[in-house]
């Protein structure tokens, strides 16, 4: 009689999908959260998991650990804040030692997660360490509270998903650390502040002139919200390409955050710095990203020019000053710190 190997041939098949698709997520730049979410859906399709929480161990200096907690086939999350005195034995081990396990019996449940027990009707379950390079910086777990035990193949797929994500995880992390925004692709806001820091210093120095601009996309979380959040982050490539285009070469842009952006002009005063941001405005207005949408971006500019002896947070809270006004104002304008330009 042969032997049936359509079940594990058809784990292994979706295995490979799983980490082909964690593996586009890392290629399409998209951040941490977004990893986390997609690996806690993986472990929710293949091993089984009704519920993963991602145990985010605390650095060096930080009290407290950050638990995130996804259900739901990882469309649902919450999140709390453990502090590091009050950390699972179960997640402490896996920690210390990089190694994973099973718990599956009421008093190995009851001393390894003892929280998470406390909290409902377990059946088992499982810890497995997330490392980047070479460290312990998460433990997944993966809970079950009514279906029976894992398959015993569970933590050979489960392992090879996380650290799938951990090599994702780690590409982000290096992007960041190189300055890198891993959505938009420009500077990201450490790396700004770095540069913003230097050209003042430089400005200082020589005396040359420095101007800064903060923009505003306008109506994004409604593009978010219609087209879903790939449509915004392509809409956000989109913007940073039109921003790199206009500007000159030494100019730098840069993500602020959420749909801000940054502008750094060395050598530029206000009234030439208003005029770009000007042609930047038009620019964005003819910008063409996806179909659905259509033609055109709106956004809001504040733009200020650096004086001594103000500082990087300074300068930055002068462009915001004048961003809030082009908003009140009725967005899609530049205005400057002192006066307003159409």
């Known amino acids: 009689m042969g032997t049936d190997t359509s079940a594990p041939s058809n784990d292994v098949d979706r295995l490979l999908a799983g980490i082909r698709r964690l593996s586009a997520l890392t290629d399409a730049a998209a951040g941490s959260e977004a990893i986390f979410r997609a690996l806690a859906g993986e472990l929710m399709s293949l091993p089984g998991a009704e519920e993963v929480h991602i145990h985010h161990l605390g650095g060096p200096g930080e009290d407290d650990d950050l638990v995130a ?6 469309d649902g999350r919450l999140s709390y804040l453990v502090p590091r005195a009050e950390r699972p034995p179960g997640v402490s081990w896996v920690a210390r030692t990089g190694r994973s396990f099973l718990a599956a019996e009421p008093e190995e449940l009851q001393a390894s997660v003892p929280r998470l027990a406390a909290t ?3 059946s088992c379950a499982l810890l497995l360490p997330l490392a980047e ?3 312990v910086r998460a433990v997944v777990m993966l809970v079950r509270r009514v279906s029976e035990l894992f398959a015993p193949n569970a933590i050979e797929l489960a392992t090879t998903l996380v650290e799938q994500a951990a ?3 780690a590409l982000v992390t290096a992007r960041a650390e190189a300055g890198t925004d891993p959505v938009s692709g420009c ?7 770095r540069r913003l820091d230097e050209e003042i210093g430089r400005a200082m120095r020589t005396g040359g002139p420095l101007s800064c601009m903060l923009i505003d996309l306008d109506n994004f979380k409604l593009v978010n919200d219609r087209y879903g959040h790939q449509a915004g982050d392509a809409m956000l490539r989109a913007v940073v390409g039109a921003l790199v285009g206009e500007f000159r070469a030494f100019d ?5 955050g959420g749909d801000e952006f940054v502008v750094i002009l060395p050598n530029a005063e206000l009234e030439s710095a208003a005029a770009a941001a000007s042609r930047a405005l038009e620019r964005l207005s003819t910008l063409s990203y996806l179909e659905e949408i259509g033609t055109g971006v709106s956004a809001s500019i504040g733009v200020a020019q650096w004086q001594a002896p103000m500082s990087t947070d300074a300068l930055l809270e002068a462009c915001d000053d004048a961003l809030l006004r082009a908003k009140r104002q009725g967005k899609g304008r530049v205005t400057r710190a002192s006066e307003m330009v159409r």
């Open 69 to 74: 907690v996804y259900v739901s086939e990882a």
């Open 120 to 122: 409902g009707a377990m």
């Open 133 to 135: 390079r070479g460290e």
């Open 167 to 169: 090599t994702g995880l």
């Open 187 to 193: 500077m990201n806001h450490r790396a700004m502040r």
């Open 252 to 256: 730098r842009v840069a993500r602020y």
